[in-house]
């Protein structure tokens, strides 16, 4: 059993843990999980990714691991699905364990609230030098259960917020950010995503979902901003093919990564993540 | 700020294979053992919920339940909600009313104009907002002490909240209810289901977009209804491409590599109701609570809204002649 005031066991040989939280769905928490999981690993580090939402999980699509299964391990939990054998990148959603991937999870708040603790207690992620926790929308059962299982961590670095441009996404994230403030999660900065889209065509940067709003917020509630992310279709095809394109061309993903125009902009932000976390 | 009634009294969280405090093993389920509230389930009263009929009779004077849903956030469930109630709304003989059951994330509020307004408290209820004459909505924007108030609620309280929308709104004579619902397969999902078992809904609008990570957790929403019993009445693909307002070239913001909406309606033998473009000026809209489709009746968008909305009222009304 776990003694009030200390880090669970699971975590103790992890460096850093950030979350990446948005009030809103579909504003790209799961991309910008694996995107700042990608910059990290270009960058050297052992990288962990954990998936708590669990009605919708995206990561094992994310990372093309779709096949992959969590195991047993014999004395130390779960083991977590590796991208490689160089067990660079630890993934664990529970996506992993249906056994059909269209089956669903339709549980109510005290099972999932069990199955999050499961994850924090039980995997063995070994040496890690991040942890990054991919977060349903929302500020509810997944939230308060991770936030409960985070309470007496010292090695949560903070959370990523997530926003897309319009107001109505805005509106949310600030719910979100009321949350954070609550449970006493430091946010490390508030990102824009979706912001923009530049026609292949003519170059055109047309603001689909408007401009501007995560900077206003970042500015309205004094947090940093990290930047913004355009729409980048190149990403959402390296994802979506990225089994036929490893074979194409014989690189893994994160080598496919440094070649998308999205690498760069997250090189910035990790940036300014790292900075404020440390 | 109107009081929310207790959904329960429990004295501790309920522990993870909780039987439910309603259900008919409460109290004496493996899981009870040890909990803390076990002698409070075991004593409650058990056996049908007694405001399943208050429900009934409250929503007798609705002609069609619809909910609209999908497993993936941010696919325009709120907007498609916003447009349809705005669409059938334009008819002046129906009357609509939207209900929004995204306890953490309201977003019809704004998308309808009406966010700034609270809930009023009468003798025979609730009264629902008026956008307009004919269309009124419901949503716990309407209570919140303040606009940005995080709702950070268990899921038995997110129940408690939805029981009392159904059973305490005075909604009046409706033609349509349409019901807007969070991301996800959970709670409110559940509830709302099951306390609209008996009064019946009419079916579900299923919405995705291109992608396949979008159509991954369709296909658990879809496995869903199938499992608590609700029919889909067809399935939205919105925005599947982009014209650019600069030189009209076509991209595929989001694209559908295994086949998109179209080739997944096939495969889980569900109707396809069509594809409706992304159209910067829809964001706009909904962020000034405007209906896009007054703004710009002519945009392809707009047709193609009004085209899903025509088959589905077919759908519905179809059946039910």
Redesign the interface.
Known sequence: MMEPGETPQSLKSVKHVILVLS?????GK?SVTTQLALSLLNKGFKVGVLDID???P?MP??FGLEDKKLYQSSHNGWIPAYYDNTKQLAVSSIGFLLNN??????????????MI?QFMRDMDWGDLDYLLIDT??????E??AIAEELRYCKNVDGCVIVT?P????V??V??????CG?VNFKILGILENMSG?I????S?C?????SGGGKRLAEEVDLPYLGNVP?D?QF??L???QTELTKEKGQNLMQMYQDCGLSAVFGGILKKVTSSSA | MIAIEKANKLSA??????P?PESNSAGKADACQGCANKDICSSLPHGPDPDIPLINERLSTVKHKLLVLS?????GK?TFTSMLSWALAADEELEIGAMDLD???P?LP??LGC?KESVHESNSGWSPVYVADNLGMMSIQFMLPD??????????K?TGLIKQFLKDVDWGNLDYLIIDT??????E??SVSTFLKDSGIDGALVVT?P????L??V??????CR??GIKVLGLVENMSG?V????G?K?????P??GGGKKLAQDLGIKFFGSVP?D?RI??S??SGQSFLDLYPDSPASEAILDVVDSLRDEIEGAAE
């Open positions: 009030g809103k769905g579909g504003v799961s669990l009605t919708g995206s699509r994310m991937r269209g089956n669903s999870v339709v549980w109510r708040g005290p099972k999932k609230t069990g603790r349903p929308p929302g500020t509810s059962d939230h308060i897309t319009q107001l109505v996404s509106n949310d600030k719910k979100e950010i009321n949350f609550k889209f026609c292949p065509y003519c055109e047309t603001n689909i979902f408007g729409i279709p959402t095809d994802i979506e093919r | 969280p309920e522990p993870e294979h909780c439910g497993g993936k956030g941010g696919v709120s306890i953490c994330g977003s704004k998308m966010e606009q940005d108030s995080a709702v950070i609620w268990r899921g038995q997110k969070p991301p996800g397969t959970t709670d999902h559940l977009t992608q396949e990570v979008a991954l957790d296909r658990k929403e879809v496995d869903f499992k608590a982009f650019c307002p600069n030189c070239g991209s595929r913001i989001f694209k590599t295994t992304l910067p964001g706009k909904c962020d």
